[in-house]
């Protein structure tokens, strides 16, 4: 059935983890969320979007892993926190998947640094709303463990991550989104 693309729009929210039924999402799924992601619009086209999939039971506990050790190196013995570790850790195997969210900056350096975020931000706009569209809760995560976790990523030179998509199907209602009035957010001249 298809969707008025404002009314998907407005639908979207942060579904966290926690939220998400262990209902798994097909290989076939992913793909289109990611095929969808791909479309985004990109200056010179570069297409900077890349993401690294966990996909499988394993290695969603592996990212975990990674995850609580990552905490665990990170703070002082003063300031660590069980309870933290065990949050930051449970996100992962909460989810159906997670998807670190990457980008390729131009070897050649031709546009901004920006304008290259700004487009794996609107592919990952286009994989929230297909999301949605779909019935499955999303999540974007930018937690500063994953940001240093390139050689954990196994990325090559000139690309970085910008966080974690957490995905998960979820019987809970997101609600009603608030906004603003669009009025007061805009000058005519």
């Given at each position: 059935m298809s969707q008025d693309i404002r009314e998907v729009i407005r639908k979207r929210r942060s579904s966290f983890p926690a939220s998400y039924n262990k209902k798994e999402i097909s290989h076939e799924v992913i793909l289109s969320i990611l095929e969808a992601a791909n479309w985004a619009p990109t200056h010179k086209k570069t297409q900077p979007w890349r993401f690294v999939v966990f996909e499988?039971?394993?290695?969603?506990?592996?990212?975990?892993?990674?995850?609580?050790?990552?905490?665990?190196?990170?703070?002082?013995a003063e300031k660590f926190s069980e309870i933290q570790q065990k949050k930051i850790s449970e996100k992962?195997?909460?989810?159906?998947?997670?998807?670190?969210?990457?980008?390729?900056?131009?070897?050649?350096?031709?546009?901004?640094?920006?304008?290259?975020?700004?487009?794996?931000?609107?592919?990952?706009?286009?994989?929230?709303?297909?999301?949605?569209?779909?019935?499955?809760?999303?999540?974007?995560?930018?937690?500063?463990?994953?940001?240093?976790?390139?050689?954990?990523?196994?990325?090559?030179?000139?690309?970085?991550?910008?966080?974690?998509?957490?995905?998960?199907?979820?019987d809970v209602d997101g609600g009603e989104g608030q906004r603003d009035d669009i009025a007061t957010k805009i000058t005519w001249r």
């Open positions: 499988s039971t394993e290695s969603r506990q592996s990212l975990s892993d990674y995850l609580a050790n990552a905490y665990q190196q990170s703070v002082s992962p195997v909460q989810s159906a998947c997670v998807i670190a969210i990457c980008m390729q900056r131009s070897p050649e350096e031709t546009l901004p640094e920006w304008e290259e975020i700004a487009a794996v931000s609107c592919a990952v706009q286009n994989m929230w709303l297909t999301c949605t569209s779909l019935g499955i809760g999303s999540y974007w995560a930018t937690p500063g463990l994953i940001l240093k976790a390139d050689a954990y990523l196994g990325l090559p030179e000139g690309q970085r991550c910008l966080g974690l998509f957490y995905m998960g199907y979820t």
